[in-house]
Every structure is written in C-alpha cells, then in structure tokens.
C-alpha cells in the first residue's frame, strides 16, 4: 500500500461544475496536509494547507480532512477551464521539519 | 518577495558525470527541501537542510548529496550520473514555525536529462 494514494483520473466535469479530488494516506500520525496543482511543466502550487478535521474553505476551493478515516479531500465549486491541471495531495510525515510524502496525482480536466 | 529560485534551469548530462543544483529559499525561510520529480515514481522527496544542517533524508543513494550554506542557500549534487537520474528536480523552502504546519513552496525547477 502506498502511502498517499489519489483516486485515479482523469477526471472530466463541466464548467462551473464541482470537482471532487479524493485522498487516503496510511501513517495515522501525520499532522499536515496539503493540495497542490501542477500545471503541465510547471513546478507544483500550493492551493491550501489543513491541520485539524472538519472543512477549510478558501474561495471556491474547499479541503475537507478527516483523521479517524485517514482521508483528505478537496472541491472545486464553479470549476473554470483554467482549474485544469494535476492536483497532488501531500503529507508531511514530521511534526518537525519538512519530509512530505506527495500522492500520484489526480489530472483534473474541466470542459468548457 | 521574490520566490525559490532555481538554476540552472535546463541541463543535458552524460551518463558518469557529475551535476550541481543550486537553489536560493523566499527571503527569511530558513528550511530549503529536495524532491525528484518522474513519470513513474512522481514526486519524491530527497532531503531537508535546515541551519546548515541536513534534518531528514528520503530514500535515495548516496550518489545524492546536498549542502546548506549560512544564507540559507542550498545546493543538490548527484555523481555518477544514470540515465534514471533524468528528471525535474525541484527545491522548496519553509519558513520554520513550531508545531505542525511548515508550508512548503516550490521553486520552478531543474530539468536534468542524462544522455
């Protein structure tokens, strides 16, 4: 079992659609989480950084963490075109420090 | 405030051959990270520096070296280069808070392709 696991893609939804990205990680004491996107042949971009279970919203992102089930997610209201890209779930495995351990990946497609 | 910096940010290498990473953190981040990044294995961490000092390794050979000077800039090197090797490395830098968090950004990268 790998330790962050993404649901497989691609993933089409309309434009202005929700998109709904699933992630699973195995190390119980993690305690940071993170979605970033990559566009194409650009480096990764943080969207949004969760620590504690329940929802975090920052605009039309939302992460949802719960810890009990060792899952992360992350949705897209009113997905544009632009939002098109590969969305990696990350986890820091240290309280202390940086060793983050970052899912395969998810490529989100939305169609216009 | 300008971000992580990169350089060089293309290079074609031998195989055998020797390849040095430079990397300059966001002004006041204190925390500069490696990861590999490949089509089949994704996105892989290699080490962490901070004050100078490496704090955490991944799992990678020793052919993989890193360095962290009193500016907080970071060099990766990799000897004897394979053909795997080939890849888009990225550095990441941290401003260093206590307890969980530490948000890490990522600079553009280095594309390194061994020939």
């Known amino acids: 079992q790998k330790e962050v696991e993404q649901n497989s893609g691609p993933l089409s939804v309309p434009e202005g659609a929700i998109a709904s990205l699933n992630c699973t990680y195995s190390d119980r004491g993690s305690q940071s989480f993170f979605w970033y996107r990559q566009y194409s042949g650009k480096s990764p971009e943080l969207i949004m950084s969760?620590?504690?279970?329940g929802d975090k919203e920052d605009g039309r992102f939302t992460a949802q963490l719960n810890k009990a089930s060792q899952y992360v997610s992350l949705l897209i209201r009113d997905s544009q075109p632009s939002d098109s890209a590969t969305y990696l779930c990350?986890?820091?495995?240290?309280?202390?420090?940086?060793?983050?351990?970052f899912g395969p990946g998810t490529r989100l497609s939305v169609l216009p | 405030k300008a971000g992580v910096t990169q350089t060089p940010r293309y290079l074609i290498k031998t195989r055998g051959q020797q390849v040095t990473l430079s990397c300059s953190p966001i002004?006041?981040?204190?925390?500069v990270s490696w990861y590999q990044q490949t089509p089949g294995q994704g996105l892989q961490f290699l080490f962490e520096y901070f004050s100078e000092t490496q704090r955490n390794k991944g799992n990678f050979p020793g052919r993989f070296s890193g360095r962290q000077f009193s500016n907080s800039r970071s060099e990766m090197n990799v000897s004897t280069l394979e053909l795997g090797d080939s890849a888009l490395y990225l550095c990441?830098?941290?401003?260093?808070?206590?307890?969980?968090?530490?948000?890490?950004?990522f600079g553009e990268g280095s594309w390194l392709t061994v020939v």
């Open positions: 969760i620590y504690s279970n």
């Open positions: 990350a986890v820091n495995r240290q309280n202390y420090g940086q060793n983050f351990v």
């Open positions: 990441a830098s941290s401003l260093e808070e206590t307890g969980s968090g530490n948000t890490i950004y």
């Open positions: 002004s006041g981040h204190r925390s």
